[in-house]
């Protein structure tokens, strides 16, 4: 993954003058800008000074995905983060369970039901925490679940065949590591789109996860 040469500037100047904030979502979203400009030491101490903030008062999928990012970060920094994983389990599985049963009957309607989005939702952090927790057979069973109730219209192309992730887990449970190697190579092929596109502005927060599941895949070939 690359920042763009002429975003690279810009990025830097836009790091700095957010570094103060003690908002939580913008120091990710710092955390994140310097780890895609591989300053590894900025990145983590970012990542450190959100993780130490206060947990806010959330709830739902939305809890659970703040519950997730945290999580994900301490294990960048190499920390225990089990207790955190478990709660946002809990709560995608509560949320899903809630929306199963008014899901409607066609799911490639152009536009999705509160319960249909919902479910996408809480499939696709089941998906990534059973990933966090290196629990490679649920990881796959949950990107399955997830595509199945996604049209393949509205999947980034390469993942109609499998999410990176599921790649990578599935390679970790036969012990196929060309498997493994093909998830880490489409998750950096899926943010450097992002980036050169336009949705991953660095300077936020909204790929922070998606960014530290790569690095922690990457990891899994040393």
């Known amino acids: 993954m690359k920042i763009p040469d002429h975003l690279s500037k810009p990025l830097l100047e836009q790091l700095a003058d957010q570094a103060d904030s003690e908002d939580f979502l913008v120091m990710r979203g710092t955390a994140l800008g310097y780890g895609l400009l591989n300053n590894t030491e900025k990145r983590n101490e970012f990542i450190q000074k959100f993780i130490d903030t206060d947990i806010p008062d959330l709830s739902g999928n939305e809890m659970a995905r703040e519950l997730q990012a945290r999580a994900v970060g301490m294990l960048v920094l190499d920390q225990k983060a089990d207790d955190l994983l478990d709660q946002a389990k809990d709560l995608f599985e509560t949320e899903l369970e809630k929306a199963l049963p008014d899901l409607p009957e066609d799911i490639a309607i152009d536009v999705a039901t509160e319960p249909l989005k919902i479910a996408r939702q809480s499939r696709s952090g089941l998906m990534e925490n059973a990933f966090l927790s290196e629990e490679w057979k649920t990881c796959v069973n949950e990107a399955e679940h997830g595509r199945s109730i996604i049209p393949d219209y509205l999947l980034y192309q ?12 599935k390679g970790m449970d036969n012990g196929n590591m060309d498997l493994v190697t093909k998830g880490v190579e489409m998750q950096e092929e899926f943010l450097q789109y992002v980036i050169e596109v336009g949705y991953l502005k660095p300077w936020e ?11 922690i895949s990457r990891d899994l070939l040393k």
Do not use: L
């Open 205 to 215: 927060e909204a790929y922070f996860v998606s960014y530290a599941i790569s690095i």
């Open 158 to 169: 390469p993942h109609r065949d499998g999410y990176p992730i599921e790649f990578v887990a």
